[in-house]
């Protein structure tokens, strides 16, 4: 790689990173609209959450994740109480009316190294949030540091527009796989190996196939991976036809069609039979009570 190839660092932006928040603390100071949706953000990420914020300044989603939904691990119905309700805290976040109070909050909060966010004040954020895209383990994250958070949803939509719907299954049937292949080759040796054959297998692949993978036919794909080679859905699925498999057999027999729902014609077909056998029986049996 010659140095014209080199990527170009371009300064004034934000690392853009997925924060593992994973059992880990958030103080969230507020209750209304903006802090709602901060609260769906670190609940999508499995943080235990402390909610303070006055019962009379709830609003309505508030209320229903507090009281209904019960996904707020702490709820404490008071006004924020000075720097011991900071401490202990891995992230503090504020969505108050209040610029005073969120500006002492944001210095408590740095004084003990704490990473900080208050809602609409840039220079008072470590971090931002941006606009959101989540299709099952699919994430995007559009940001303009702060600068447009208008254009940031716009831009998400039109992102969100591009986005195949099956997308987030096709990730979830890949990491199956990934897990399946780890099982088979654990070492930290086979790594890279693993890598470049998963890249393989998701190229080689639609996200349409990907999305309608089942475990079968990710045991078949597994075939190739000793020699390195990654066979194509039209292979694997040919030879996957082939096996007994009481899951096939059932959707044979019982199944839908997934475009236009009608149930199976084997099943249609011998209902048919059976109606058509019922309704001949019953007529021989009208007619032969008339002529006795």
């Not at 903006?34 to 609003?59: E, F, H, M, Q």
């Not at 349409?208 to 036919?217: M, Q, S, V």
């Not at 059976?274 to 007619?287: K, Q, V």
Request: proline letters at 5%; glycine letters at 10%.
């Amino acid at each position: 790689m010659g140095q014209a190839d080199y990527p170009q660092i371009c300064p004034g932006g934000g690392l853009i990173i997925s924060w593992q928040l994973k059992r880990k603390r958030v103080l969230l100071v507020g209750g209304g609209p903006v802090a709602a949706g901060r609260l769906v953000n670190v609940k999508d990420a499995d943080a235990i959450v402390t909610v303070i914020c006055p019962s009379s300044g709830l609003c309505g989603e508030m209320k229903h994740r507090i009281y209904v939904e019960k996904c707020v691990d702490e709820y404490e119905d008071r006004v924020f109480g000075g720097k011991e309700d900071v401490m202990g805290y891995d992230m503090v976040l504020t969505a108050i009316d209040d610029a005073a109070l969120s500006r002492e909050i944001c210095q408590m909060a740095r004084a003990l190294r704490i990473p900080v966010n208050v809602a609409d004040v840039p220079p008072e954020c470590d971090f931002y949030f941006g606009s959101l895209i989540r299709r099952g383990p699919l994430q995007v994250m559009v940001s303009t540091g702060g600068k447009g958070p208008r254009i940031a949803a716009q831009t998400r939509r039109i992102i969100q527009r591009a986005i195949p719907k099956n997308l987030g299954q096709a990730i979830e049937n890949v990491g199956r796989l990934r897990a399946m292949l780890r099982s088979e080759a654990p070492q930290a040796a086979a790594g890279p190996k693993r890598m470049s054959w998963m890249i393989d297998v998701c190229e080689k692949w639609s996200f349409d196939e990907l999305a309608t993978l089942e475990e079968d036919e990710m045991r078949i794909i597994l075939r190739g991976w000793k020699d390195g080679s990654v066979p194509s859905a039209r292979q694997v699925r040919g030879i996957s036809r082939t096996l007994p498999d009481s899951k096939r057999i059932r959707k044979a027999i019982v199944g839908r069609c997934p475009v236009a729902g009608y149930i199976s014609p084997w099943l249609a077909g011998f209902a048919g039979i059976l109606l058509g056998s019922a309704i001949t029986s019953t007529l021989f049996i009208a007619r032969s009570s008339k002529r006795a």
